[in-house]
């Protein structure tokens, strides 16, 4: 999933426009249903698996 536009706890963390979400807590994630069941499972934080160019890498999330 690319992400267009970055707000809240994912921009502090790092994330920016134009990654590519490939994974939320080392689960893939193929469509907004998915990751709106990732959210439903209220954590202190998420681990968010990103592409950036050909890059892979995990971004810690904290979410409170």
Do not use: C, K, W, Y
Not at 35 to 61: K, N, T, Y
């Amino acid at each position: 999933l690319l992400n267009e536009g970055v707000t809240g706890p994912a921009e502090m963390a790092g994330v920016q426009a134009g990654d590519l979400l490939v994974g939320i807590n080392g689960q893939p994630v193929n469509t907004p249903g998915e990751v709106r069941d990732a959210d439903q499972h209220r954590q202190a934080s998420i681990a968010l698996q990103l592409r950036r160019g050909d890059a892979m890498m995990f971004v810690p999330v904290p979410l409170g």
